[in-house]
């Protein structure tokens, strides 16, 4: 079985400052992982993406995630929160092995102080 | 550019009368899908089209159905929308195909802006 969390449901940090939002997973098979990003009224974009590649994944707009199965985590880390960062980011995990998968974390939503 | 397409962006329905939404795609994706959102919760997926084979997920209620007519339109029809059905709906679409192992391989989801259900 796959299963997602995503540790803190809010994370509020000032403008400029590093960001870091958790998420922790467990699958049966070997996952793929993501992580969207939702502003207000508005459909997901991906961020990035890790496949069983690099385990250290860049994604758009300064953003960076590692990889880390010894500690089945995905962080999700920015060294210099910028105001256009607040939103909704959801952690995904994707498994096409033994069925067809996506499992959503409940998300972390993101406030960035002036 | 390829994009994936919902219409209306905002619907107002009567409690008990049908309703459609529709999702459209320019990526030629295999995959479609439509989830319900709910205010400050998760996505939650109501079923998936892999090609023409509908896959439901075991709790989405039967009062939701989905319409594949061609690769690049998706239809959600709610048969008697409920107050609860309020919430945003999202079509995304997915490129997956087997590698010539036969292993699906994992891609990203590719949403479209959603729309806004109210039901009066």
């Known amino acids: 079985a796959q299963s997602v969390t995503q540790l803190d449901s809010h994370v509020s940090v000032s403008e400029g400052t590093p960001v870091l939002l958790r998420c922790n997973y467990s699958?049966?098979?070997?996952?793929?992982l993501f992580w969207y990003v939702q502003h207000p009224n508005k459909g997901l974009q991906l961020l990035l993406k890790y496949t069983s590649a690099a385990t250290l994944v860049k994604g758009i707009n300064g953003f960076e995630a590692e990889f880390k199965k010894s500690e089945t985590s995905f962080h999700l880390t920015k060294p210099s929160a910028h105001m256009s960062d607040a939103a909704e980011y959801f952690c995904?995990?994707?498994?096409?092995?033994?069925?067809?998968?996506?499992?959503f974390g409940a998300g972390t939503r993101l406030f960035v102080k002036a | 550019d390829a994009m994936v397409i919902q219409n209306p962006r905002y619907q107002v329905t009567q409690f008990g009368k049908p309703v459609t939404l529709s999702c459209s795609q320019t990526l030629n994706h295999n995959v479609m899908y439509w989830y319900q959102q709910k205010s400050s919760q998760a996505p939650k997926l109501l079923f998936h089209?892999?090609?023409?084979?509908?896959?439901n997920e075991a709790d989405t209620p039967d009062n939701f159905q989905s319409r594949r007519p061609n690769t690049s339109f998706c239809f959600l029809d709610i048969r008697s929308p409920g107050l609860g059905d309020a919430a945003m709906y999202l079509c995304a679409t997915e490129p997956s195909r087997p590698n010539s192992g036969g292993a699906l391989k994992n891609n990203e989801q590719f949403f479209g802006p959603g729309t806004r259900l109210t039901v009066l």
């Open positions: 089209y892999y090609d023409k084979d509908f896959n």
């Open positions: 995904v995990v994707s498994v096409r092995t033994g069925g067809f998968k996506t499992i």
């Open positions: 699958s049966s098979y070997s996952p793929s």
